[in-house]
């Protein structure tokens, strides 16, 4: 049972576009969300994270939206550039306050960005 | 100056023989964590330490023991391994009440011949 799902394996954008990552959740308890950047041979870096009573986190080049009645969250980067290109995963928590809380993951969406 | 470090980076070994794979983390973090990757690329949680107390075993088989001698340390020793033992192998760590989300180290590539 595949509780966070990331349907596009893979995006391509072009340097300067916004690049857009989605992800979609099943389970209800859920109320944290983050979002992970890897490059290849590394471990995944953490990136940007919402919490379940916002539906907007902004940081930098960075947003986050969440749509809580959808189950759905996605991640928007603008301007895009070529260093941002790695393999994105998203990631859910049912608790934030109990560090015991594991975090699910998503398979990850490998973005390019072309000069 | 690495904040989650795992070692070895990469780990060849036969069937049957029995492996450990260290991990240090140097934030002050309280718990750590193991998490595989596998050939599809889903990252799954495996063990979850606090304090040096399991908090989380998620359905690992037994040939797969965590040890914690301290909070800064999470190892992993796995016995009799197995062909679909070959994965990644990430450690990570997190701060209770944290924003920041987990730490991770580079990973060990285990490949069972």
């Known amino acids: 049972d595949q509780q966070v799902k990331q349907n596009s394996p893979s995006l391509s954008v072009q340097e300067g576009r916004i690049s857009i990552l989605n992800c979609d959740y099943t389970?209800?308890?859920?109320?944290?969300f983050l979002w992970y950047k890897k490059y290849p041979a590394e471990g995944p870096t953490f990136l940007i994270s919402?919490?379940?009573?916002?539906d907007k986190n902004e940081d930098g080049r960075f947003t986050v939206f969440l749509n809580k009645s959808a189950k759905h969250l996605s991640l928007h980067i603008v301007p895009s550039q070529p260093g941002d290109s790695a393999v994105y995963f998203c990631?859910?928590?049912?608790?934030?306050?109990?560090?015991?809380?594991?975090?699910?993951f998503g398979d990850g969406t490998t973005l390019t960005v072309k000069p | 100056d690495t904040a989650v470090s795992q070692t070895p980076k990469y780990l060849v070994t036969q069937m049957g023989n029995d492996k450990s794979i260290k991990c240090e983390q140097n934030?002050?973090?309280?718990?750590m964590y193991w998490y595989k990757q596998d050939s599809k690329k889903f990252l799954k949680i495996m063990f979850s330490?606090?304090?040096?107390?399991?908090?989380i075993n998620e359905t690992v088989p037994n040939r797969f023991s965590p040890k914690s001698p301290d909070k800064a340390h999470l190892n992993l020793h796995i016995n009799s391994l197995e062909l679909g033992d070959s994965a990644v192998y990430f450690c990570?760590?997190?701060?209770?009440?944290?924003?920041?989300?987990?730490?991770f180290g580079s990973g060990t590539r285990l490949t069972v011949v």
């Open positions: 330490y606090n304090n040096k107390e399991l908090i």
């Open positions: 990570a760590s997190s701060q209770e009440a944290s924003w920041a989300g987990y730490t």
């Open positions: 919402i919490s379940s009573i916002k």
């Open positions: 990631a859910a928590s049912a608790t934030f306050f109990t560090n015991a809380g594991k975090s699910t």
């Open positions: 934030l002050g973090h309280d718990t």
């Open positions: 389970n209800s308890m859920f109320d944290y």
